[in-house]
């Protein structure tokens, strides 16, 4: 699994604290947050010893258990981190296409949401310099933080290293931070060389996100984790707060804590079968587009995650395409639209099934598309 929560420590995990003076919860005013050296346990039951992944393969590092926090998910890591970060009205920057996920978190914090846009061209990419226009015209100083999706879910794309560059950058230049979701970096597909985590990044503040729901492939299992890296004193300010915001919510169980040790255990074992199958399944779509004698549906270059975009005639409206696949086989998938692509003609599908199923699954899409266009 990904930094901050590959090694747990061995403890009761967070029980419950006596909450500390807060304020207002935001990152720009102090409020009555308590200094470092008077911090609740609380704060420090909810981090956690681990290991950091770098890039694919690469061989992991310890990470100091200072840096990380456990919660309940990576849900709740975005509504913390925009508590942290943002007033109300406040903005922060996300991808499009993206997760639907971020902006409704963002509306209950009272935060807005201001999108910049992947674009595909053979694979995907981030528009750099729109994030830039962005950032310049941005007068009132309102955005707050970047956040990246590495890899991206629907677009599977990770996040490369001249991007990573550009961003840390401008995120230096403006003074934000960066949020880095990172729950599908363990599940390579067909990466480009080079891609690395952007967790313990040291010259910005960054938050990295990760959770067991992912590593496990297991929804219930709701563990998640930020790991704080950057410049000493920004890190240092960010844990300060974010022990205040810990300790409020206090978000995790004994319960729960006690088994994480163990599902840390089984976490090798299940990203070793799910990439398996994940990468077999990948490999049967491409056969089977390449069998396809309409020849009419592609799938764009996943990178890595465990989802695809299949791409299909713009002619067919996506709605009706996955209602006519409900109808007719009891099987669906995402439109395009769920993820705000820019034109029509998109299905997210998932590479998780076993085999058999997932080749109907296929089998299913190119029948809906043949019908869709009348071609017996």
Not at 127 to 134: G, K, L
Request: glycine content about 8%; some cysteine.
């Amino acid at each position: 699994m990904g930094e901050g929560m590959q090694r747990a420590a061995a403890g009761d995990g967070a029980p419950d604290k006596d909450s500390a003076a807060r304020g207002d919860g935001c990152a720009r005013d102090d409020g009555g947050a308590a200094d470092k050296d008077e911090e609740d346990a609380a704060g420090n039951d909810n981090r956690t010893a681990a290991r950091n992944e770098g890039t694919v393969g690469e061989a992991r590092r310890t990470v100091d258990a200072d840096d990380v926090y456990l919660l309940s998910s990576t849900s709740q890591a975005y509504a913390w981190l925009m508590k942290l970060l943002c007033d109300a009205g406040d903005a922060v920057l996300a991808p499009k296409p993206g997760y639907p996920l971020i902006e409704s978190i963002a509306r209950l914090e009272c935060v807005e949401v201001r999108f910049y846009q992947l674009r595909f061209d053979g694979s995907w990419f981030i528009d750099v310099p729109q994030i830039e226009r962005m950032l310049a015209e941005d007068t009132d100083r309102r955005i707050r933080a970047l956040v990246v999706i590495n890899p991206n879910n629907p677009t599977g794309s990770y996040i490369k290293p001249g991007e990573r560059e550009a961003l840390v950058a401008l995120c230096i230049r403006y003074g934000i931070a960066i949020i880095a979701d990172e729950v599908f970096f363990d599940y390579p597909l067909e990466p480009f060389d080079g891609n690395r985590r952007l967790s313990g990044e040291p010259r910005v503040l960054t938050f990295a996100l990760d959770g067991f729901s992912k590593t496990l492939a297991a929804p219930h299992a709701k563990v998640g984790g930020i790991r704080v890296s950057g410049p000493v004193d920004d890190v240092r300010e960010a844990r300060r707060r974010l022990d205040v915001i810990a300790d409020d919510f206090l978000p995790m169980s004994e319960f729960v804590a006690r088994e994480i040790p163990t599902m840390l255990r089984e976490a090798p074992r299940q990203l070793d079968a799910v990439g398996a199958r994940i990468r077999a399944n990948l490999g049967a779509l491409h056969r089977m587009l390449e069998g396809d004698e309409l020849g009419v549906v592609d799938v764009l270059r996943a990178e890595g995650g465990w989802n695809v975009l299949l791409r299909f005639p713009g002619v067919i409206d996506e709605n009706d395409l996955v209602l006519s696949m409900i109808d007719d086989a009891r099987t669906s998938g995402q439109p395009g639209y769920f993820f705000d692509m820019t034109s029509n003609g998109y299905l997210a599908i998932s590479l998780l099934p076993e085999p058999p199923q997932f080749a109907r699954n296929v089998a299913t899409v190119l029948d809906a598309v043949r019908q869709r266009l009348d071609i017996d």
